[in-house]
Nanobody, 127 residues
């Protein structure tokens, strides 16, 4: 069992930066591929970024590419999402998710394959 807790969200103005953190407890996070997802009101959940368990391979949605960076510190059981140049359209509830991948080297984009989710942290960007 893995418990995920996100932090770092807030209300900010467009153009500034935020860093989200997702800390895992229960089992070592190094065996898990991780992802950040978001859901805005009235919209479906979408993948923002994903990273493999070793941290050497990652994916970004086109809408955040060049502005967001996903990283992980397995020694701290923590995954980060550095968000720069925030835009009002980035406003959403951001979730981190974990998928067991003890032998895998890839990342996952489909939220349906993730077995563990955090409660989410709200990011609101004003114009």
């Amino acid at each position: 069992q893995v418990q995920l807790v996100e932090s770092g969200g807030g209300l900010v103005q467009a153009g500034v930066s935020l860093r989200l953190s997702c800390t895992a407890s229960g089992r070592t996070s190094s065996n898990y591929a991780m992802g950040w997802f978001r859901q805005a009101p009235g919209k479906e959940r979408e993948v923002v970024a994903a990273i493999n368990r070793s941290g050497d391979s990652s994916y970004y949605a086109d809408s955040v590419k060049g502005r967001f960076t996903i990283s992980r510190d397995n020694a701290k059981n923590t995954v980060y999402l550095q968000m720069n140049s925030l835009k009002p359209e980035d406003t959403a509830l951001y979730y981190c998710a974990a998928r067991s991948a003890p032998n895998g080297s890839g990342y996952y984009l489909n939220g349906g394959v993730y077995g563990y989710w955090g409660q989410g942290t709200q990011v609101t960007v004003s114009s």
